[in-house]
C-alpha cells in the first residue's frame, strides 16, 4: 500500500518522540488531523492531545493557535517542521510541539524538553497538490462558501464570481466531489458538504497560498484616525482585518487597518493622503471576488481568516467572535 504523506509524517513524529521520552508511550489516532498520547515518564502518566499540521508558518500561525486552544488540555502541535524563530515564539506562547526534525518543546511536571535549531528532513517529492488547494481552487471556495447555494448555480456564474476561468470551475467542482466535499442530486442539485472542514482547510491555506499575490502594498495615513466613521464603499474599497472586526463586533479597537480594492491604483490613497510605507497601519490588497453580497466590509469569511492570519492573541479572539456570530449558523 502507498505510504501517505500523513502516514510518513506520523512514522517520523514517532521515532522523533522514541528520542525524547525517556518511557513508555503510545500514540493512538482518532481521526486523519487529532491523535492521542499517552506518555508514562518516571511516575507520572500523562494525557496528550495532538493535531497534526503538515506545514506551520507564521501566516497561518493564528489559525493553529485558534483551533489548539478549542482542544481539551494540554494540547500539542505534531508538524513537519518548527524553524527556530517560530519554536521561540510557540515557547514564549506556552504551545507544545515536537516536529519531524526532533525540535520539540514540552512542559510537563515531570518532562521538560526544548529543542530547537535541528534542520528539515530531506523527503522525497511530494504528492501532487490538488486544484482545489492551489490559488484559483480556493478563490472558487470562498464564493462557494461565502454565498450558500451557489453551487448548484452555472460554472459560468461561480468563474465570474471567483474571477477564475471557466474551465478551472468543472475540474475544481469534480475535485470537491471526489474529495466528499459535494455530493450531486439530480442534474441541477448540488450540495456543498462537510463545509466546516472545508472552511478549516481555506482558512489554513488562504495565508500562504493566495494572500500573498494580493497584496498591493503597505501605507501610512496623514491622520491616524481616518477610518473613523469612514465609509469606502464609493471607491470600491472594503474594510478587513481589526476595522471590519470593530465594525462588527464593536470588540476590537482597530490599530492596523487591512482593505481591499476593486480599482487599482484607487482615488482614496489621495483622498486620504497615503504615503507608500513598508511599516506603515493600511494594508492593501486586490479584491479577488466578484458580485457576492457585501456591504463596507468583506464577506466574514475574509475577516475571519486576515485576523487569525496576525498571529495576534487579540485578533484571534475577536476572530472567533466573528465566527460564532456571522459565520456557524451557513457553515455548520
Same mark, same amino acid.
Do not use: C
Given at each position: 500500500?502507498?505510504?501517505t504523506? *500523513?502516514d510518513?509524517l506520523?512514522e517520523?513524529?514517532?521515532q522523533? *518522540?522514541?528520542?525524547?521520552?525517556n518511557?513508555d508511550f503510545?500514540f493512538?489516532?482518532?481521526?486523519?488531523?487529532h !491523535?492521542? !498520547?499517552?506518555i508514562? $515518564?518516571?511516575t507520572?502518566?500523562y494525557?496528550?492531545?495532538?493535531?497534526? @499540521?503538515?506545514s506551520v508558518?507564521? %501566516?497561518?500561525?493564528?489559525?493553529?493557535?485558534?483551533?489548539l486552544?478549542?482542544?481539551?488540555?494540554?494540547?500539542v502541535l505534531?508538524?513537519?517542521?518548527?524553524?527556530?524563530?517560530?519554536?521561540?515564539?510557540?515557547?514564549?506562547?506556552n504551545?507544545? /510541539?515536537?516536529?519531524s526534525a #526532533?525540535n520539540s518543546?514540552l512542559n510537563?511536571?515531570?518532562? /521538560?524538553?526544548f529543542?530547537?535549531?535541528?534542520k528539515?528532513?530531506?523527503?522525497?517529492?511530494s +504528492?501532487?497538490i490538488?486544484?482545489?488547494w492551489r490559488p484559483? #481552487?480556493?478563490? !472558487?471556495?470562498?464564493?462557494?462558501? %461565502?454565498?450558500? #447555494?451557489?453551487?448548484?448555480?452555472s *460554472?459560468?456564474?461561480?468563474?465570474?464570481?471567483?474571477?477564475?476561468a471557466?474551465?478551472?470551475?468543472?475540474k475544481?467542482m469534480q475535485?470537491?466531489k +471526489?474529495?466528499?466535499?459535494?455530493i450531486?442530486?439530480?442534474?441541477?442539485?448540488?450540495i456543498?458538504?462537510q463545509?466546516?472542514?472545508?472552511l478549516?482547510?481555506?482558512i489554513?491555506?488562504f495565508?500562504?497560498?493566495l494572500?500573498?499575490?494580493?497584496?498591493?502594498?503597505k501605507f501610512?495615513?496623514?491622520?491616524e484616525?481616518?477610518?473613523i466613521?469612514t465609509?469606502l464603499k464609493?471607491?470600491?474599497?472594503?474594510?478587513?482585518?481589526? @476595522?471590519?472586526?470593530w465594525?462588527?463586533?464593536?470588540?476590537?479597537?482597530?490599530q492596523?487597518?487591512?482593505?481591499? @480594492?476593486?480599482q487599482?491604483?484607487?482615488p *482614496?490613497?489621495i483622498d /486620504?493622503k497615503?504615503q507608500?510605507?513598508?511599516d506603515?497601519? @493600511?494594508?492593501?490588497?486586490?479584491?479577488?471576488? $466578484?458580485?457576492?453580497?457585501?456591504?463596507?466590509?468583506?464577506?466574514?469569511?475574509?475577516v475571519?481568516?486576515?485576523?487569525?492570519?496576525?498571529g495576534?492573541?487579540?485578533?484571534?479572539?475577536v476572530g472567533n467572535?466573528?465566527y +460564532?456570530?456571522e459565520?456557524?449558523?451557513? !457553515?455548520?
Amino acid at each position: 500500500m502507498k505510504q501517505t504523506q *500523513f502516514d510518513k509524517l506520523l512514522e517520523n513524529l514517532i521515532q522523533q *518522540f522514541q528520542k525524547l521520552v525517556n518511557g513508555d508511550f503510545a500514540f493512538n489516532q482518532t481521526n486523519n488531523q487529532h !491523535i492521542q !498520547i499517552t506518555i508514562k $515518564h518516571q511516575t507520572r502518566s500523562y494525557q496528550l492531545n495532538g493535531m497534526v @499540521v503538515p506545514s506551520v508558518t507564521m %501566516s497561518n500561525l493564528g489559525t493553529i493557535l485558534s483551533k489548539l486552544a478549542k482542544m481539551e488540555s494540554p494540547a500539542v502541535l505534531l508538524t513537519n517542521y518548527v524553524n527556530p524563530r517560530l519554536a521561540d515564539r510557540l515557547k514564549e506562547m506556552n504551545v507544545y /510541539f515536537i516536529d519531524s526534525a #526532533g525540535n520539540s518543546f514540552l512542559n510537563l511536571p515531570t518532562l /521538560f524538553v526544548f529543542t530547537k535549531g535541528n534542520k528539515k528532513l530531506q523527503n522525497k517529492p511530494s +504528492e501532487t497538490i490538488r486544484r482545489i488547494w492551489r490559488p484559483a #481552487g480556493l478563490r !472558487i471556495i470562498f464564493v462557494l462558501l %461565502s454565498e450558500p #447555494g451557489l453551487e448548484s448555480k452555472s *460554472f459560468r456564474l461561480i468563474a465570474q464570481k471567483a474571477g477564475v476561468a471557466l474551465g478551472s470551475v468543472a475540474k475544481i467542482m469534480q475535485e470537491l466531489k +471526489e474529495m466528499g466535499f459535494l455530493i450531486e442530486i439530480g442534474k441541477n442539485k448540488r450540495i456543498l458538504k462537510q463545509k466546516k472542514e472545508l472552511l478549516e482547510r481555506w482558512i489554513m491555506l488562504f495565508p500562504d497560498v493566495l494572500r500573498p499575490k494580493l497584496i498591493l502594498g503597505k501605507f501610512k495615513p496623514k491622520d491616524e484616525n481616518w477610518w473613523i466613521n469612514t465609509n469606502l464603499k464609493k471607491y470600491q474599497v472594503y474594510w478587513s482585518g481589526e @476595522v471590519a472586526a470593530w465594525l462588527l463586533t464593536k470588540y476590537l479597537k482597530p490599530q492596523k487597518m487591512t482593505v481591499y @480594492v476593486e480599482q487599482w491604483p484607487n482615488p *482614496f490613497l489621495i483622498d /486620504f493622503k497615503m504615503q507608500k510605507d513598508a511599516d506603515g497601519s @493600511v494594508e492593501v490588497l486586490k479584491k479577488f471576488w $466578484h458580485d457576492l453580497p457585501e456591504q463596507n466590509v468583506v464577506p466574514p469569511i475574509l475577516v475571519y481568516a486576515d485576523l487569525l492570519a496576525t498571529g495576534d492573541p487579540r485578533n484571534i479572539e475577536v476572530g472567533n467572535l466573528i465566527y +460564532e456570530k456571522e459565520i456557524a449558523k451557513y !457553515i455548520g
